[in-house]
């Protein structure tokens, strides 16, 4: 029904940048919020960063600073920017999107993830 794309994981030195995207799409109404997980190895996974309707956002206190959430409506994509990163960002990171799908005029809310790009920072 719906399928979410990632793209822009690399493999990139300490302070430098990357930019994710990650397009939503299939059978969609509306996109309540988008975000960001990512999980490293030996570890849980953890909110990075997410994005309500009306541009609201919230990050993780270890990205707050260096990262910044965006969203683009009209493309169903959400973007993250990370810049000055550290090796300690090294993890998966995984696209995640609550998306309204209507059946017989009714909303029925449903919670999508991505596939996972891999982002590694080489100290």
């Known amino acids: 029904q719906v399928q979410l794309v990632e793209s822009g994981g690399d493999l990139v030195q300490a302070g430098g940048s990357l930019r994710l995207s990650c397009a939503a799409s299939?059978?969609?109404?509306?996109?309540?919020?988008m975000g960001w997980h990512r999980q490293a190895p030996g570890k849980q996974r953890e909110l990075v960063a997410a994005i309500i309707s009306s541009g609201v956002t919230n990050y993780a206190d270890s990205v707050k600073g260096r990262f910044t959430i965006s969203r683009d409506n009209t493309k169903n994509t959400v973007y993250l920017q990370m810049n000055s990163l550290k090796p300690e960002d090294t993890a998966v990171y995984y696209c995640n999107a609550e998306v309204l799908t209507m059946y017989w005029g009714r909303p029925v809310p449903a919670d999508y993830w991505g596939q996972g790009t891999q982002v590694t920072v080489s100290s």
């Open positions: 299939g059978s969609i109404f509306r996109i309540n919020t």
